[in-house]
Structure formats: structure tokens, C-alpha cells
């Protein structure tokens, strides 16, 4: 059925179905903008100086999948065509901008260029672009007014479309699955640039992610509904629950956890009253990750203690996604090191908070979110918190780098939340306010074990352990009993605080919490 035919030339025009020209206009117009820069993406796909040809042919071929499937969802009678052309004008300028300034094409570039003025884009014109304005616009477009697209019946037409449209959706899942670590572990270390380079599906996602900001802020927001919770305290007591989230900490370089390569706890392991739990993570992207510890149903946490009437705030140092709800975020700011935040700028405003405390029930969230994001690594700790040399210092973590400075910098990041932690447990010990103190962290990290690096897994994938067993700490100034389990999941924690809290409400799973008073 997708076999191309032999093209008759009658007229001029060169007669071909509308399924044979989605499948080669796709591939061709595919092929020809991304050769003109394939070797920014090739220096990706090297693992140890080997290149991953399986790699990079997979993600070239699954991209390819994917745009026929775009292309073939909106190409159709009237707007075959026309998609086309633009298409190639996109194109054809973002291959030359690529090629020349080595820039990424995504959705900040995109707003920028429809809002460049003359006298910029006078600036950004070379005799250089002669060729490409050429070869990959003015040449194309010509060969796209010499064909006579021919289309069969309705039901023809629509069967053909939709298998064409499912099959290639399927192969290019089925290969992004297949050779999901070395296309993730280039994107990673590429900082997503091998994404933004992909034409012409870079300014294709571009173009929608813009639309459905400008949808979202224009369109007339519909009256929110109250939200459907119940929530009140059953008993009154003092208490400060402050639930401290980290990012992309594991188990494996806490000494706490039995780490001995070298000392990543030296401020912790001094406390005799902290408790290590065996915390688990089921996802390894922080948007998905962060509701698993902090919202039920479609409910945060936050505005759960907040209709139940305790005072509620999230201190943040990067977003927590909405997971605050009613609560709302307090973002670090005037930080400490020449303007540059660090995870430990969060600490000045749970200080202030303390203060004002004198009684009843009170919920902080703090969100450590510099945590142990690679692949810069060093950028997540100051300067004094270097202490494990050498350090990885590029981005390129798999070719750049040893496995002894990877893990240093790495390490680096456990040092610096150690003493993070510490500082924000030494100011709770000071307040003498009565409390009860949770860390855990949002998922672990890979690093270089087989072959993976940094974190997150297709769908329906299990974490490896390095990413699935993370730190889950607690210690707290009241008595406590804990409920022994051989893993806690992270949304036990949310049915924990509540317990604490002594919250009853209709989102809530008693036997979930693992901590009682």
C-alpha cells in the first residue's frame, strides 16, 4: 500500500499519491537539513570514544517516524502543500542559523525571531546564506509546484492516512524503547541540544508549545471549582512538620547508607538521633516524581493542610510544578554568594518562620531542587564544597571524564546537602520548637552503571536501583515510633504527614503512615 509508484511525467508535473509524497517529502526534506549538521549531533553519541553508530541511527530514524506521523496528521487536500512549503522555509533557516551560530532551536528562540526587528535581521544575514536560501528553500519549493499530488476516495484515503500515521508512531516508540540509554544519555549530557537541532521537529514543537502558552494566557480562564477535599484536625497539638525535598540524591553515596569511599556525611553522621529509612521512588523525572510525594488524587499536600487550617508555606529554590496548591511558592532570594542561590538559601527563610511560631500545627515544605543534577555537577555547591578531587567539569560526563571524577563531583553534591541538612536540622535543634524533620529525595542518579547516566526511564520501565533507592531521613524533637517496612514509598510520606498532623480527610490512607506519635 506505501510502496511508491513510478512517477509519470504528464505536463510537467510529476504525479505521485498523497501518501507516497508524506512518505517522501518527509524523508527526503528530513535527510537533506539534518546531513547539513549531523556532526553537532554525532559528538553525542561516543561512549568512551566509540561511536554509537546503533545509537544515533535509532534516533535519526525514530525522528524521522515521528515527523511523517505529524506531517501526515495535518497534510492533507488544501493544506498538503502549503504545510509543506513553510516547512521548508523553517527549515532551510534554522539549518543555516544551526550551521553558523550552533544555536538550539526551541520555543525561546522561535518568540525571539518573530520578534526580532529589521535592523537585527539585517545583522544576521550573510553572503553565506546564499547557498541554503538556494539549495534547501528556493529548490524545494520549486520541485513542490511541479507535482500534482493525487488523493483516492474518502474512506480510502482516510484508512491509508490513519495506518500510515499509526505505523510509524509505532515503529518510532518501539525504537526509542529499544535504544532508550544511549538516546537519553545523549540528550542529557547534549542539555537537550540534540532535540532542539532535530529538523524540522524543533521549531515544529517549538511553534506548539507557543501556541499553547498563548492559548492559556488569552483565552478567558473558566471560574475553579472549590476543590473537593475535606480536611480538619481531628486533635490540637504543637508541633512543626518540615518536609525538605532533594533532587536526584541516592542511597548509593550517602555514608549514612553505608557508603565508603569516602565521607559524603561527615555533618550528619554526627547525629546519633537521625533515622535512615529505605525510601523508594517509582519515577525518575522530577515532574512526575514530586506529586508522588506530595499529591494524591489530583490534591496537594499543602492545600490539604492549609483547608485544615494550619499555617502552610513552601520555600523553594527551584519550582515545585503547582505541588504546592493553595499554598503557593516563596522562591530564594538576595542569595549569599555574589547573587549566585544555592539549595542552602532556603534556610534563612525557615529560620524567619520558626520565629514566629508560638503554637498548634504548622507545615514547611522546603524544596532543595539544586540537589544532585548533573551534568554539571560542580554548578550545585559553592566553590568551598569542592573537595573531592579530581572533578568531572564537562558536560560530556561518559568521554570527558573518568568514572573517579564523576563520582568526585557527584560526591560533592552529598557533601554539600549533608551540610545543608545539617544546618537546617541545627536550626530547628535551636528553635526549641517541637518538630519532626523529613528528608527524601525525588529519585536517585545513574552514573555510568550499565552504561546509564543520570536519571529517568521510559514508560512502564522499572528505576534501576541507583535511581529507585534514595535517602528517606527523619528525626524529630518528639517521641516517635516507626513503623518497621522493608521499602516506603514516597506517597506514604504525604499519608505520614497528615497522620502527624492529625488531619482526618477524604484523601488520605491511614495505613500508609509510618510514623506515630
Not at 506505501?2 to 517529502?25: D, G
Request: aromatic residues 12%.
Amino acid at each position: 500500500m506505501f510502496s511508491v509508484k513510478k512517477y509519470r511525467i504528464n505536463n510537467i508535473k510529476l504525479k505521485v499519491s498523497h501518501i507516497s509524497f508524506c512518505i517522501l517529502y518527509s524523508t527526503l526534506s528530513y535527510i537533506a537539513y539534518n546531513a547539513v549538521n549531523i556532526d553537532k549531533t554525532a559528538k553525542w553519541f561516543y561512549l568512551k570514544n566509540e561511536f554509537d553508530y546503533i545509537g544515533i541511527s535509532t534516533f535519526y530514524i525514530a525522528g524521522l517516524c515521528i515527523f511523517i506521523a505529524v506531517f501526515t496528521l495535518f497534510a492533507h487536500r488544501w493544506t498538503i502543500k502549503p504545510l509543506a512549503i513553510i516547512l521548508i522555509i523553517l527549515s532551510g533557516v534554522s539549518a543555516y542559523f544551526i550551521a553558523k551560530y550552533n544555536i538550539a532551536i526551541d520555543h525561546h528562540m522561535v518568540k525571539n525571531a518573530i520578534n526580532t526587528d529589521t535592523t537585527e535581521v539585517r545583522g544576521l544575514l550573510s553572503i553565506q546564506m546564499i547557498p541554503y536560501f538556494l539549495f534547501l528553500i528556493v529548490l524545494p519549493i520549486t520541485t513542490i509546484f511541479f507535482v500534482q499530488i493525487t488523493f483516492a476516495a474518502p474512506v480510502k484515503y482516510l484508512f491509508r492516512s490513519i495506518t500510515l500515521f499509526a505505523l510509524a508512531i509505532f515503529i518510532a516508540i518501539g525504537l526509542l524503547y529499544a535504544q532508550f540509554n544511549p538516546i537519553h544519555r545523549a540528550a542529557n549530557m547534549s542539555n537537550k541540544y540534540i532535540l532542539h537541532q532535530l529538523i524540522p521537529l524543533n521549531h515544529i514543537q517549538s511553534i506548539i508549545s507557543i501556541i499553547q502558552n498563548y492559548v492559556k494566557t488569552h483565552l478567558p480562564e473558566k471560574d475553579k471549582k472549590e476543590i473537593k477535599v475535606s480536611a480538619y484536625t481531628s486533635t490540637q497539638d504543637n508541633l512543626v512538620v518540615v518536609l525538605a525535598i532533594g533532587e536526584s540524591a541516592r542511597q548509593k553515596n550517602f555514608s549514612l547508607y553505608g557508603y565508603t569511599r569516602q565521607n559524603t556525611n561527615p555533618i550528619l553522621s554526627k547525629d546519633k538521633d537521625l533515622h535512615m529509612l529505605n525510601g523508594v521512588a517509582k519515577f525518575g523525572s522530577t515532574l512526575y516524581a514530586l506529586p508522588e510525594i506530595l499529591a494524591k488524587q489530583g490534591v496537594p499536600l499543602p492545600t490539604i493542610t492549609a483547608k485544615a487550617g494550619i499555617n502552610t508555606v513552601c520555600y523553594v529554590h527551584f519550582s515545585l510544578y503547582d505541588n504546592c496548591g493553595t499554598a503557593g511558592e516563596i522562591k530564594v532570594a538576595n542569595c549569599g554568594h555574589g547573587g549566585r542561590c544555592y539549595d542552602e538559601d532556603v534556610i534563612p527563610l525557615l529560620n524567619e518562620n520558626l520565629k514566629s511560631y508560638t503554637s498548634g500545627y504548622r507545615f514547611i515544605v522546603l524544596h532543595l531542587g539544586g540537589g544532585s543534577h548533573g551534568p554539571n555537577y560542580q554548578k550545585r555547591y559553592p566553590p568551598e564544597f569542592q573537595r573531592f578531587h579530581p572533578m568531572c567539569l564537562d558536560a560530556d560526563v561518559v568521554n570527558q571524564c573518568t568514572i573517579d571524577e564523576l563520582y568526585n563531583s557527584y560526591d560533592n553534591t552529598i557533601l554539600y546537602t549533608d551540610y545543608v541538612l545539617g544546618d537546617i536540622i541545627n536550626k530547628l535543634d535551636k528553635s526549641s520548637v517541637p518538630y519532626v524533620f523529613i528528608y527524601l529525595s525525588d529519585h536517585g542518579e545513574s552514573l555510568m552503571e550499565n552504561d546509564r547516566v543520570f536519571h529517568g526511564m521510559p514508560p512502564g520501565i522499572p528505576l534501576p536501583p541507583e535511581q529507585k533507592h534514595v535517602p528517606l531521613i527523619v528525626k524529630s524533637s518528639i517521641p516517635l515510633s516507626i513503623i518497621e517496612r522493608q521499602e516506603y514509598r514516597q506517597p506514604d510520606v504525604f499519608d505520614t504527614i497528615l497522620d502527624l498532623l492529625s488531619i482526618e480527610s477524604n484523601i488520605t490512607d491511614k495505613d500508609g503512615s509510618f510514623l506515630k506519635k
